[in-house]
């Protein structure tokens, strides 16, 4: 193996650290997240800093860049105070991917992009109809990290949209078959194949699969 | 589509609650996180809330369970600062999968799972031999989550050993070719398969395909 220092990395080139480090932490989540601005605008963006925090209460964090650099889903969301968030198929990962471009406040993505907006169970904001997996959520809270300026959204689980023969008997969601995708880095997407599920670990006791 | 509300959802039994919303959010990384108590005793532990902070400073972040929940980890890296991250493979997720069970204190997981420590570039916590993608941290901050008692570790990358040869032109990282593996909720492990890379999206230009 190579040693890579990070005394290294600070002299490499922009874009060749961002694309290094953004692939060093692992696969990754990727979601449309979808909001409406004060003038009623939707948004889209496209996320894959998307982070189950827990079951009880449900919430789940996105990490919104600094503001300078991505206002306009962090705007919204302190405005509307709700949002959606929607898996990626590769359907429509061009589409998706084409989001990620900076288009002024009063651009509606859904229709630059071609994706179709779907208004549902009486919540103001839009899911993207082209997926399969959609949920909604209630802002809870906005953590400013200091660190490097970013935020961490926090929202409540209100809304979940799925194909139900995806649920296996325990509650798990076999997303790979309906083709939700995963991510790396700042720009590539891949699809899954199963492996293993293991039961719960138990010290002293062999491990046992599960089905998926 | 079938609709779940955040109220049928409550209504579940714990465990299948926990798969359903774990699974939600989307594909994850998957490493074991390397850490030494005070006594100098290694711990090894499994962890999916692996996040990309940023780049430059280059920041990652893992989110721990609450303290009673989890403990070892966050004490382990309150007390020495230093902790390393390495990659989950196929070939040994079974032994990655057991250091989730809930050993105590003393116990050293390296030796009960199986796992090879390798201690290397003078840094004080040791990386798994097995792994084919390793980093070094020095912890920066701990934000402690007020809405379910989590704690997001924030780490300053340092060291990393990697494959040169699955470093692209452009720095991205083809973590797929060693092997690297995503997760799905709680307990299920994934291979990938590249299928799209693209260009940075800007407006009013056609999406355009990378190489991987």
Chains 1, 2 share one sequence.
Do not use: C
């Not at 997240?33 to 996320?47: C, E, K, P, R, Y």
């Not at 169970?121 to 959609?134: G, I, L, R, T």
């Not at 953590?143 to 300026?149: E, Q, V």
């Not at 296996?168 to 995708?181: A, E, K, L, V, Y």
């Amino acid at each position: 193996m190579r040693y890579y220092s990070i005394e290294e990395m600070t002299t490499w080139e922009r874009f060749y650290r961002a694309n290094f480090i953004n692939s060093l932490s692992g696969f990754k989540p990727i979601s449309l997240v979808s909001t409406i601005n004060s003038d009623g605008v939707a948004n889209l963006a496209l996320f894959s800093n998307i982070i189950h925090l827990g079951s009880d209460p449900a919430l789940i964090g996105i990490m919104n860049r600094p503001r300078e650099a991505s206002p306009h889903t962090l705007g919204n969301i302190e405005s509307n105070g709700h949002y959606t968030i929607n898996h990626v198929h590769s359907s429509f990962v061009e589409a998706a991917h084409q989001t990620s471009a900076k288009y002024a406040r009063e651009v509606n993505e859904y229709v630059e992009v071609g994706l179709t907006p779907e208004y549902k169970e009486n919540f103001s904001v839009p899911y993207v109809k082209e997926s399969s997996v959609q949920y909604g959520l209630e802002l809870s809270e906005i953590i400013p990290i200091k660190a490097n300026d970013t935020f961490l959204i926090i929202g409540k689980l209100k809304h979940v949209f799925l194909e139900e023969s995806t649920v296996s008997h325990d509650g798990f969601i076999n997303i790979q078959r309906t083709g939700s995708m995963a991510s790396l880095g700042m720009n590539a997407y891949y699809e899954t194949i199963p492996v293993k599920r293991f039961k719960y670990a138990k010290v002293g006791v062999t491990i046992q699969e599960l089905p998926f």
